[in-house]
């Protein structure tokens, strides 16, 4: 159904020789499957996700237990005296909630709300857009407009880009708490940290930039589904309004120390109670901003984990995808002759093996980028055992060779020689669909096998 995907869900078009298919819109989603097993198991995939968090980045006890909403987010400030006056007078103003400002996020908010940003989008040249501000009669009139849900035309000309500008900070400032969340701030402490391993191991001061795109690629899949959405606008019209900072003079870094006090800092604190942190969390709303583009899809290796909880193994992939593309009321697909039929399997087929060697040598990078240890040695010999064994920076194989049998697809050899899944699992689940006990178990597995930095 249409509430499995989420609003920024990411589709592309399959396109097949056939000539007979060419008129038909067939669309894959690659997430479809991330979607689907995030709304119907979320236990599942809440510990799929946060495994590889904790793989990524080092979250104590505590921390952990935070993040997954088990204990209250113990953050600073919250028992410091100092500055206690400043924090009544800002927990004050949050009481006065509107139908839209100082109300939890909703969807109905980020509806009136993205009205305001769908307008800067069309006026991102205005010099200091952000930093300088509107004007506060204005401002209240368009706050009160888009609390009562009256129709207003930004376009008029009534309301200047600034005004919009300041009360889109105003209305992130005001929501209970920041954006992503208290339960996430530890974890984002974390990610900062982040940095590449020289040829001994040893840590070096240069930021590991894929590492973390990809921890935060999995903090933004467990968000609030309304918080991942306004997240979404927000950071693309930033990312945008960066790209013409020769014009508005304001760099992802300028913006970034705009909008991080309304988006990452905890409610009621103080720059004082952040401390040494403070560098830290601009910076990384700094790279938000840069990277916004590639923080909204799932990792290949988590869309490769959801589809075989629900597919089992390579020899479904093509039947029961092509189920999911034909409708009970599509009559044109359904009488497909047998030789129109191969050529779909080929091409879902094809499409399926480019996917598996993505999360392939996803597996090589996180293993590359282990420290030295036994552990990494031994899981570089495993991989060069076999001969089509990918190692970071290889291409696929373009000579021509056999048909290999599936016990020896790219799935089933990521299963053997990286995750020591037994063989018989797969030859088992090429007759009938495995039950959904058996695939929990062995995703799991999957999850908890991959290599650690730990």
């Not at 088990?70 to 005296?81: I, R």
């Not at 604190?269 to 790279?287: C, W």
């Not at 039947?319 to 399997?345: I, M, V, W």
């Not at 291409?395 to 290999?404: E, L």
Request: charged letters at 25%; hydrophobic letters at 35%.
């Amino acid at each position: 159904s249409a509430s499995l995907f989420s609003s920024d869900a990411i589709c592309n078009f399959v396109i097949c020789n056939d000539s007979s298919l060419r008129s038909q819109q067939i669309i894959f989603d690659p997430d479809f499957f991330v979607e689907k097993l995030h709304h119907e198991k979320p236990e599942v995939f809440m510990e799929l996700v946060v495994s590889n968090i904790t793989r990524l980045i080092d979250l104590p006890g505590a921390e952990l237990a935070q993040l997954m909403g088990e204990e209250d987010p113990k953050l600073p400030g919250a028992n410091s005296t100092a500055s206690g006056f400043f924090r009544s007078l800002m927990s004050l103003k949050r009481k006065e909630k509107g139908v839209v400002f100082g109300s939890p996020l909703t969807e109905e908010g980020i509806a009136q709300v993205s009205q305001l940003i769908e307008y800067l989008h069309k006026n991102l040249r205005a010099e200091g857009l952000f930093r300088v501000p509107g004007n506060s009669i204005r401002q209240q009139i368009l706050k009160d407009a888009l609390n009562s849900g009256t129709d207003i035309d930004l376009d008029s000309g009534e309301f200047h880009s600034n005004d919009v500008a300041t009360l889109l900070k105003m209305f992130l400032g005001e929501l209970p708490e920041p954006l992503l969340t208290h339960k996430h701030f530890h974890a984002h402490l974390k990610i900062a940290d982040l940095t590449l391993f020289d040829e001994k191991g040893n840590k070096t001061s240069t930021p590991d930039k894929e590492r973390q795109i990809e921890a935060l690629q999995l903090l933004f899949l467990i968000l609030p589904a309304p918080n991942r959405s306004l997240l979404k606008l927000l950071l693309d019209l930033l990312y945008q309004t960066a790209k013409k900072q020769d014009k508005n003079k304001m760099s992802a870094h300028n913006l970034a120390l705009m909008f991080a006090p309304h988006i990452l800092w905890p409610r009621n604190v103080t720059a004082n109670d952040l401390q040494e942190n403070i560098t830290k969390l601009n910076n990384g709303v700094t790279f938000m901003i840069k990277h916004s583009q590639k923080l909204f899809k799932a990792p290949a290796y988590i869309r490769e984990c959801a589809r075989l909880h629900y597919l089992g193994s390579r020899a479904h992939v093509s039947k029961d995808d092509l189920d999911l593309l034909t409708s009970p009321g599509s009559k044109e697909l359904q009488p497909l002759k047998s030789q129109k039929r191969s050529r779909l399997d080929t091409c879902h087929q094809e499409e399926t093996q480019q996917r598996t060697e993505e999360a392939l040598k996803e597996l090589f990078r996180h293993v590359h980028n282990m420290p030295d240890s036994a552990k990494k040695k031994k899981l570089i010999r495993q991989f060069n055992k076999h001969p089509t064994a990918l190692t970071p920076g290889s291409d696929v194989p373009t000579s021509p060779a056999p048909r290999r049998t599936r016990s020896r697809s790219f799935s089933g050899l990521i299963k053997r020689k990286v995750l020591g899944t037994p063989v018989m699992l797969e030859r088992k689940s090429r007759d009938a669909t495995p039950e959904p006990e058996r695939v929990s178990k062995e995703n799991v597995h999957l999850v908890r096998a991959a290599p650690s930095t730990a």
